[in-house]
């Protein structure tokens, strides 16, 4: 069946949401146009979902993903993706602050940069992100992998519980409680397939590994200075 | 939360219609008030009053008496003073003042009136318009749209540090650098300190609100001798808390961001002309169509965009 073209304009975004679903429910793929950086597109979309936004969208596009492939063609505002428990989001620019919020799995594509926070209380899942993560990324993530082929900016990885903050570039600043750890060939391997499927294959890249050095599982409030960071 | 924006239209152009509508797509972010700090066509000599007075029924006998006020600084209106036409019982004066002889003076003894009749703005050029309500109540009474001017700011308010009333609402006067006014979306968590450190130094202030302190606080530190984004730098490790916010006077507008990157900001223009927005949505009503947007995500961060003044 034809794809069916979706306008956003100034439309209610509820109006708009309807529509996106009420096409996937008709197994038609979705293309939106004219959507002006509005808030809250395609939420909570199904496996069944194919969805492409032409532009940028505003925040929270793709959250609650369960299964959906969205495409973004430029800019997500903050937290795209967030809370997606599978599926595969696309962004063809920058991503905001918050990108990937509480992620428990599924796929976040960035192919510009992305904001402070990206993978903020990550869960699960992988972000790739084909340039910087800024500011704070990976905060408190539990689980789930961020992938940073250009680096990352200050506080890299801060307080990382769990998971993994792969970096192919430069970090400003690690976090506090973090550990930079060389890749064994085989987790090297693994990321490296990971991003072939996106056509990202490079066997040049100098991977760092950072983990959680898990001194924080064990808080002491003697210790509470050696985490101060102002 | 709390949404702020910036306007500089590049040319003498409608800033009202373009300030209402970066805060009318922000009006999920606040609405317990909405205000504007519109910059008109400057004048040589004398000042734009903005002010509000207290009790409709008796704005004859306040206005009276800050006119004698005003009469004691050498100056005299220049037309006759227009006020709003609502029922409410607070009412927005604006008055048009030939030169006074000390405006800092003049403006502590002006506001010994405060709790009749409270100044709003002075400027050549600024006038700060500011009341409950949504963007499109507060554009509704006051007649913010068709406001022909250079520049402004917006602010769509969540009301968190103190009450919503007209007068605790942003934009904020920098009491009493004429044409200095800011807008904020945050919290700053010391500024009962710098408050009460900059009273000591004969500052009045006159809410409980904590974005008041921001405008007062750059222009003393620029009238101590920096420059105004050495000032805006100096605010990111004085001012502690989180914090986006726009400052503005007649020449340009100017951002400052915490260390935390919690209050993001955007901006979208070219050629001496900008909107800047909390939202990106919000400045696609300045610019519909896609184009390169600045995000300032990062923290500590600031910048200035300068108001062409040929184009006055």
Redesign the interface.
Known sequence: MKDLTVTVGDRPIRQVNAEIRDAVAAGRDVTVTDT????NLAIGMDARANIRFE??V??YCGGLNCGARIQVE??A??AVGEAMSSGEITVGG?A??SAGTSMLGGLLHIKGNA???CGVAMKGGDIIVEGRI???SGFMAHAGRIIALEGA??ACADSLWGGEVWLAGPAKSLGVDTRLTEPSAEQVQEVEALLAERGLADSSRDWRKIVSAQRLWHFQSRDAKAWLM? | MCGIAARIAGRMADIGTDLVELMDAQVHRGADSTGFALYGPPRRTGFVVRAVGFNRASLGVDLDDLIKVIRGYGADLESDPTVDEASSAHVSVRLEISELSDIEKWSREADELSHRIEIQSVGRSLEIIKDTGSAADVAGKHGVRGFIGTHGLGHARLATESSVVPTASHPFWARPFPDVAIVHNGQITNYFLLRDRLRRDGYRFMTENDSELIAVWISDRIKAGLDKLQALEQSISEIDGVFTYLISDSDSIGFAKDRWAIKPLVAMGDGGEVAVATEEQAVRRIYAAEGDVVNYDGPALTNTWPVQKAAA
């Not at chain 1, 002006?36 to 808030?39: E, G, L, V, W």
């Open positions: 002006k950086s509005r808030h532009g940028s505003g925040y430029r800019n505002g903050w920058y905001g602050m904001g402070p926070r800024g500011y704070l900016g200050d102002i």
